[in-house]
């Protein structure tokens, strides 16, 4: 028996942040190529995961990335 359902219906509503995303949902979000994202993630500046076959990318870790970059285009 359920003690809180009007919470877990509450709590199944609630959108998700994504935090790791596919080549192309990175592709999107940056404007960058698949090739100058996997450049990076190889280099190890961005954060990524293989998952079986698929690899994922850390979001927070690309736009951390992009917000560096930026600030060095200021900068220069």
């Not at 935090?19 to 404007?31: D, F, I, K, L, N």
């Not at 998952?51 to 850390?58: A, D, E, F, P, T």
């Given at each position: 028996m359920q003690e809180h359902p009007e919470k877990e219906e509450a709590l199944l509503k609630e959108p998700v942040q994504q935090?790791?995303?596919?080549?192309?949902?990175?592709?999107?979000?940056?404007?960058l190529s698949h090739t100058t994202l996997w450049r990076y993630v190889t280099s190890g500046e961005i954060k990524a995961a293989r998952?079986?076959?698929?690899?994922?990318?850390?979001l927070p870790s690309l736009a951390r990335f992009m917000e560096e970059k930026a600030g060095e285009t200021v900068a220069s």
């Open positions: 935090e790791w995303v596919s080549y192309p949902e990175a592709e999107r979000y940056s404007g998952v079986g076959r698929s690899v994922r990318i850390h």
